[in-house]
């Protein structure tokens, strides 16, 4: 499988807001709201996230991943001098379990290696799936805070 991440652009919106929208549908699907009220929360929330991420990772990398040509997910990465930060990384559910997610952290773990500086992540404390893919990818937890677990790979110790 060919895997690629190319910058987002403005025409990309309506796919990463659906991304977004498939990280939340187990969450949502709970509620009993009606569709329009899900739909406009989640809209909310997405642009909570993307205000967030450019007020305090203004140059950080937001990329559109896509698999043998086919666009199945998003990236968000920060490099600083001192870390290489995996802000959000989401692929559509029919994506999940394939491997992307796999190929893509290699090439972050790579890029920290070259630099001699840490990966971080942080994964919510109760997805559970996440957090054993990235323990089983050489990541500890640096810091846990209740809601997220804040995750660190270094390279001496996962090289």
């Not at 846990?144 to 090289?159: C, I, K, N, Q, T």
């Amino acid at each position: 499988m060919q895997v690629t991440v190319r910058p987002a652009t403005g025409d990309d919106e309506s796919f990463l807001l659906a991304v977004y929208a498939s990280t939340r549908a187990a969450e949502l699907a709970q509620t009993g709201w009606p569709r329009a009220q899900r739909d406009a929360f989640v809209e909310q929330q997405y642009a909570a996230q993307r205000s967030h991420y450019d007020a305090n990772f203004a140059d950080a990398d937001l990329g559109v991943i896509e698999a043998d040509g086919e666009a199945c997910g998003r990236v968000w990465v920060w490099r600083a001098p001192d870390q290489v930060r995996l802000l959000d990384i989401a692929l559509l559910p029919d994506w999940q379990g394939r491997g992307v997610g796999e190929v893509l952290l290699g090439r972050l773990q790579a890029e920290a290696a070259e630099r001699s500086v840490p990966l971080r992540h942080a994964v919510a404390a109760d997805n559970v799936g996440a957090r054993r893919f990235y323990d089983r990818l050489g990541f500890v937890v640096e810091e846990d805070v209740g809601s997220h677990l804040f995750m660190r790979w270094e390279p001496a110790a996962g090289a």
